[in-house]
């Protein structure tokens, strides 16, 4: 049977020929869709991004190991009225300050029973203590016979898997077995307060079962082909897909003010930036990270469910990507059949691999996101890196909507915030430092201290001056961080790496400068050949494309951390607005593109029309500004922020008696200056000189307050007795 | 020769009466003496319907047209069937929640393991057996298809492979035979999340059961559902409320096959009823000839 053989690839490339004729009418166009060459191309099936030799997250790490280390079983125990014990237990001082272990994972091999159809639930131990009121009976509610918490302490409380392990024990017929008690003590009592996940899902992510006997595919399937494969048994996955936001890039923007009930804004449609300004034009090079395939103009037909990219988020082999110019295509060299016989749950590469590259490149954009997430050390990142997380963690999904909302864009398919987890007492311990950290959070976001400085692991862009752009004989210097200040393409760039965020009033709510709207009236510009000095430009009246709403006032409203994005860009000058440039050229012969061009003019008769709106003719350089929220790379506590390093007026104390007339016995010092040490992030190569023994971290005076509150009194609150600093 | 007509009677209904009582013939239990069971408590039971994915994988049955995961087939009350042996089925028995809802109460059906199965009385080749462990057993290898079992069975468990026109079976629960043989428990045990199943002795399990009841009266009926009905069943039921109202139908305690036995045991002993059959035919006829021959 040797003749098959050879005539199925040239019968594939003889439909391919015949295809692309139909698809593309000019032969002399390299368009997005060819993506896939004709001679045959060596497959590729190793991880693009391989873990790290010695790789772990720790503190996961550590958890898994306990759960599985084996436990004496405690046959007798003693019961107790569960109001008598919680007195007795609150009597003994027990509380939260007791737990040893903070965070488990429910990984016994004593729960699984049958077969693993789920994956570990994730158990904050001092999180469910604390928002109980540090009630340990609630849950511990009997006592292996003989122990006494007042002669040991942690005797009473001890391990679930303590009494529970095997069920149907004919010894113990009414001990129910560790994961009966897992799910009767979770689910009862989460169901009793009506707080907490009482699904299967809401703690467990299912285990996606081997796909390699249940896809079925020829060898080198078209991408096409596989989505139909993946669409044969998850016709809803692909209902829901095309009415989501990854694939739409369109939506509700319930969290942009005076836009709410719009329910086209996005990308697609009216979004812009001051990166790469705009989509409509320049949709082969933008949507290579399109969760579709072949989105290259405005005709891409969003019904046709057969067009959406399963494997660039379930890929688990981390061999899948896409060739950056080709409209969402995969590369040649990505072999579909192994990638679709290997799906299975998201990860942080399959999220990265889009959205770390933001702005098309690493770290560009986002100031929290960068590709050291894929394996980051725990103090880059403590979620990711300490606990092994992955995005869709927190940002979980529900028919294909994923949860969150983004500063950057308006639209949103729910939200996900901190104290969704954390709750709005997050220090959990009963001490001190605990007591006054959690008066902060009502008027401090958690990243505000939790992420002191932005971009700490890569340098991001923050400044874009476009007015640059065409200068190919200009060399671009790298700066200190290894990046460059020039690209003629593009124009003048600045990186900051480990930098203070700016902080700001923030409600969650975006104000938001859609294609179209006016820039500020009172917006400083210059006009096409003029050329003010870097001083002047940073002098210019910036009009926002995106800004925070918020106000001291607002009870809300918190101080929340941002990167300033700062740049120059294009504005019509007649009908002042931002101008979408035509940039990315579609095709050899792509006239207008400014990219192959060089020409302005062309670039914004061709993006404007696109764009659906006019262009006068006539242009200037007007300064624009974006506050990209810092809502990742969470670093452990540890390193948050210390108390004096933004309350200048503790620097001095040596005690607690500005506030309290006693003497407490504590290292005022020691707990008012533990926090991030810039010191030894500078030693490590971070760029933080200006940071280390700063006290004025946050500028309270910006911020609206008379002064450091701690001397002037809070937003709400009048200090103690009336006490008013000299 | 004639016997009077009043004569025969008395004779026959003596006989009748003599067979009926006679302790020789009296009707037994087969019972085995604390077989294994499973006590679901109904109360503890969420409706996940991980048993029913359990019961599928243990036994190898088809892939259900819609997946475990989709609890809309709930809406829907169900029976055993060939292709699945356990179901879910959900009831809303009147009970709100703290928000004035409906409370819903679900309820896992399967074969019940009858003490002493009605099935195994009706089965005229012994395809269906009572193991000393407690399970009800079939052999495929000797059930002609007559279905009496399917009549017999007052919980309606028994299926049959309608769809298989060359070797159809009665389909249902196996209690995980092959499972309890190598010491494991039960697929649909093993698996539920909240030891809504617990598996033990029956005697362990009637003794949890009173427990469960006595230790919280408002939380349960006082009736452990099989305990009697049918004559006591391997499988036994606690619930929040009156079992009649979760589709439990109403069983008499006595073992099914006692009536049914002993009217055929009284019958059929000795060949009594045949012979007497016979013998008044015989009589009758010769009778009837005689009164010929008189005739002539």
Redo the contacts between chains.
């Keep these: 049977m040797k003749t098959p053989t050879r005539i199925i690839p040239a019968m594939i490339a003889a439909a391919m020929i015949l295809a692309m004729s139909v698809f593309l009418p000019d032969p002399a166009t390299t368009a997005p869709e060819t993506a896939k060459p004709l001679g045959p191309v060596e497959k590729i099936r190793t991880s693009l991004n391989p873990r790290p030799e010695g790789w772990a997250a720790p503190d996961h790490t550590a958890a898994l190991e306990r759960a599985r280390a084996p436990r004496e079983y405690v046959a007798k125990v003693r019961l107790e009225d569960p109001k008598l014990r919680q007195i007795r237990f609150k009597n003994l001082g027990l509380g939260v300050g007791d737990i040893k272990y903070s965070y488990m994972v429910l990984d016994s091999p004593l729960v699984n ?3 693993n ?1 789920y994956g570990p639930a994730r158990f904050m131990h001092s999180k469910h203590a604390a928002s109980l009121g540090g009630d340990c009976a609630l849950c511990h509610h009997a006592s292996p016979e003989g122990a006494d918490a007042g002669t040991d302490r942690l005797s009473e409380t001890v391990a679930c898997r303590s009494c529970h392990q095997e ?2 024990n ?1 010894d113990h ?2 001990r ?2 560790l ?2 008690a897992y ?2 003590q979770c ?1 009862g009592c989460h169901e009793t307060m ?1 707080r907490g996940p ?1 699904d ?1 899902v809401g703690c467990h992510a299912k285990r996606v079962p081997d796909h390699k006997e249940l896809v079925k595919l020829p060898a080198d399937p078209s991408p096409i082909e596989v989505t139909k494969e993946c669409l044969r048994c998850h016709q809803q996955a692909g209902e829901d897909m095309i009415k989501s936001a990854h694939w739409l890039w369109k939506g509700p923007s319930p969290f942009t003010v005076e836009r709410e009930k719009k329910v086209m804004s996005g990308k697609a449609t009216d979004t812009m930036n001051n990166f790469c300004i705009s989509l409509p034009s320049n949709w082969p090079r933008c949507t290579s990270c399109h969760a579709g395939y072949g989105w290259k103009d405005e005709t891409f037909d969003f019904r046709d469910m057969t067009r959406v990219d399963c494997l660039v988020c379930h890929d688990t082999t981390d061999s899948y990507h896409k060739a950056p110019p080709a409209a969402g295509m995969p590369a040649p060299e990505v072999d579909l059949k192994f990638v679709a016989e290997n799906v299975g749950k998201t990860n942080r590469n399959t999220c990265g691999n889009c959205h770390f590259q933001g702005g098309g490149g690493d770290a560009v954009k986002h100031a929290d996101m960068c590709a050291v997430l894929r394996y980051p050390e725990r103090n880059c990142d403590v979620h990711m890196g300490g606990y092994d997380f992955t995005c869709t963690d927190c940002h979980k999904a529900v028919n294909h909507k994923i949860r969150g909302r983004s500063t950057s864009l308006p639209v949103a398919e729910g939200s996900r915030t901190c104290e969704d987890c954390h709750t709005n007492r997050p220090h959990y311990g009963n001490g001190v430092l605990d007591f006054h950290l959690n008066k902060h959070t009502d008027a401090v976001a958690c990243n505000t201290c939790h992420s002191p400085v932005y971009s700490k692991c890569k340098a991001t862009k923050t400044w874009w001056d476009w007015s640059e752009a065409g200068d190919k004989a200009r060399k671009p210097v790298k700066d200190k961080f290894g990046m460059e200040d020039y690209n003629w393409m593009k124009g003048g760039f600045e990186w900051k790496e480990s930098k203070k965020p700016v902080y700001t009033w923030y409600n969650g709510y975006m104000e938001r400068l859609l294609l179209g709207d006016p820039i500020r009236p009172d917006a400083d510009a210059f006009w096409p050949g003029e050329n003010p000095s870097a001083e002047a430009k940073r002098r210019m009246v910036a009009t926002n494309i995106t800004a925070p709403v918020g106000s001291i006032k607002d009870p809300s409203s918190k101080i929340f951390p941002f990167k300033l994005m700062d740049g120059i860009q294009p504005a019509d000058a007649v009908n002042n607005y931002l101008l979408a440039p035509h940039l990315y050229p579609t095709s050899p012969d792509d006239a207008t593109a400014y990219w192959k061009n060089l020409d302005w003019q062309k670039a914004f008769v061709d993006g404007m029309k696109a764009a659906g709106l006019p262009y006068s003719g006539e242009y200037k350089w007007v300064r624009t500004n974006m506050y990209w929220g810092i809502k990742h790379e969470v670093m452990p506590k540890d390193m948050a922020l210390s108390c004096v390093q933004c309350h200048e007026s503790l620097t001095g104390e040596k005690t607690c008696d500005r506030c309290h007339q006693d003497r407490r016995d504590m290292d005022f010092k020691k707990l008012t200056r533990t926090g991030t040490d810039f010191t030894k992030m500078l030693a490590q190569g971070r760029d933080v000189a200006e940071l280390v023994n700063a006290t004025d971290y946050i500028d309270f005076k910006a911020l609206g307050y008379e002064g450091d509150p701690i001397l002037k009194g809070g937003r709400f609150k009048k200090l103690p007795l009336g006490r008013v600093e000299p | 020769m004639s016997i009077p007509r009043r004569q025969f009677l008395k004779t026959a209904g003596f006989g009748i009466a003599a067979m009926a009582a006679g302790p020789a013939h009296a009707w037994e239990s087969k019972a085995p003496d604390d077989p294994l069971g499973c006590l679901v408590d109904v109360t ?1 039971c ?1 409706g ?1 319907r ?1 048993c029913e ?2 019961c599928n ?1 243990v036994n190898k049955l088809p892939e259900p047209e819609t997946p475990f ?1 989709d609890m809309r087939v709930l809406d829907a009350k169900r029976r055993p069937t060939a292709g699945a042996y356990t179901v879910v089925n959900r009831y809303y028995p009147g009970a709100l929640d ?1 928000r004035g809802q409906l409370s819903p109460t679900f309820v896992k059906i399967q074969c019940m393991h009858c003490q002493d199965p009605a099935c195994v009385s009706a089965c005229v080749t012994g395809a269906l057996s009572k193991k000393e462990n407690g399970t009800v057993h079939y052999d495929a290898s000797r059930c002609i298809g007559c279905r009496y079992c399917m009549v017999a069975c007052p919980f309606e468990i028994p299926a049959y492979d309608f769809h298989d026109p060359l070797t159809p079976q009665v389909r249902k629960c196996t209690f995980c035979l092959e499972r309890l043989e190598d010491g494991k ?1 039960p ?1 649909c ?7 809504a199943i ?4 029956r005697s ?2 009637m ?2 059961a009173r ?1 469960r009841i006595e230790g919280d009266p408002a939380r349960y009926e006082n009736h452990v559902y099989g305990e009697h009905e049918a004559g006591g069943t391997s499988w036994l039921y606690i619930a929040g409320q009156p079992l009649a109202k979760l589709g439990f139908p109403a069983v008499p305690d006595e073992p099914l096959p006692r009536r049914s036995e002993t009217i055929q045991h009284a019958l059929f002993s000795y060949l009594w009823s045949p012979a007497a059959l016979f013998a008044t035919l015989a009589l009758t006829m010769k009778t009837l000839s005689g009164s010929k021959k008189d005739k002539e």
């Excluded at chain 2, 045990?189 to 030891?195: Q, V």
């Excluded at chain 2, 617990?198 to 002795?201: I, S």
């Design positions: 029973t049958f077969e159809l069920s149907f004919p017929p009414e129910i077995g994961k009966a799910h009767q689910m009506n009482v299967c | 503890r969420i996940c991980k994915l359990a994988q995961e703290e428990m697929g045990a093993s698996i539920c999340p909240t030891e617990t598996f033990g002795r362990v399990l003794r949890l427990e």
